[in-house]
């Protein structure tokens, strides 16, 4: 007899991007922000660390839906905070998927959508990408839960948000569009959350807001239904230093446009930098760059490997394969650029 259910039985984990321990790497595989957080955020921590540790945090994080509502102009009660967005897509799928329900999702895209489905119990399908990099017209269909990143990792493509609102008004169940890389690039979902009670829209402060070690993101839906998810999920999911941090760092949006401003330069860079070295680079509205070549690309993620250089290697059956590059400080390109140029 197993002690486990069968689908934790026959899973598979998520597999995550290296995370060394030790100083020394040019860490460029997890799209980590290169640039610290708001100094706001960093004294926030400190006040909170100091006054706030030993009572149990707001269950709702009101101070950071309040901040949120304010610089993203929706309603607090549309706002769900979580234990960074991966807890937001645990949420939903623990809300909306029995056994027999179908979570679709496209392929290449984030590879945790399949993992929760999974973990669940449900039903998993992939669907591919227009050869345009849209998403047909029944996408949704028979799903009684779609997630969508846009942009998508680890392409770095974008689907312009009225197609998804489209999808949809379209659909019969709730379609996530997950905006963990959205602060790079020019649209969002956000104010179509309004239009339509089946979009739903996750977000995340690891990447853009340099909080990735404070574990912290949000969901936005429309209130009746972000009162159901507020019921599912852990009654303390964010921490009371983390929601004091969050809070700071989204209302501060001169460190916010600094950051974003540096990063968007450095991508443009680095596009055009692969491409003279023959990389085939995807136009990127992330803090990441898609590049792929004729020859194989597995030895040279090896070759910067063994340079203390750390780029996320991804192999799809269909699609071949690529390197997801994050764009990290300009110094850190200019070594992995270096280093390209060495073994090519
Ligand atoms: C990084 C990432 C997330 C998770 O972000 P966290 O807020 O750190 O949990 C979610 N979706 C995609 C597509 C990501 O790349």
Sequence with gaps: MSYFRPNIEALSGYVPGEQPQTSGFVKLNTNENPYPPSPKALEAIRRAASERLRLYPDPVATAFRNAASEALGVPADWIVACNGSDDALTILTRACLSSDDLLVAPTPSYGLYRVLADIQGCRFEQRDWTPGGGLSEDFCRGAKLAMVPNPNSPTGTMVRPEELLELARRSEGLLVVDEAYVDFADRSCVPL????????????????????????????AQPHLAATFL????????????????????????????????????????????????????????????ARRKTPLEPVYRGLKDRNILVRYFRYERHGEGLRISVGTDSEIDQLLAALREML
């Excluded at 339509?196 to 996750?202: F, G, I, N, P």
């Excluded at 995340?204 to 993101?217: D, H, I």
């Excluded at 009654?235 to 989204?250: C, W």
């Design 193 to 220: 959350v309004a239009e339509c009670e089946r979009l739903v829209v996750t977000r995340s402060l690891s990447k853009s807001y340099a909080l990735a070690g404070a574990r912290f993101g949000f969901l936005v």
């Design 231 to 290: 019921k599912v999920k852990d009654s303390y999911n964010t921490d009371a230093v983390s929601i004091a941090a969050a809070a700071a760092a989204i209302l501060d949006r001169e460190h916010f446009e600094a950051t974003r401003a540096k990063i968007l330069a450095t991508r443009r860079r680095l596009e055009g930098a692969l491409a003279d070295l023959g990389f085939d680079v995807t136009p990127s509205h992330a803090n990441f760059v898609w």
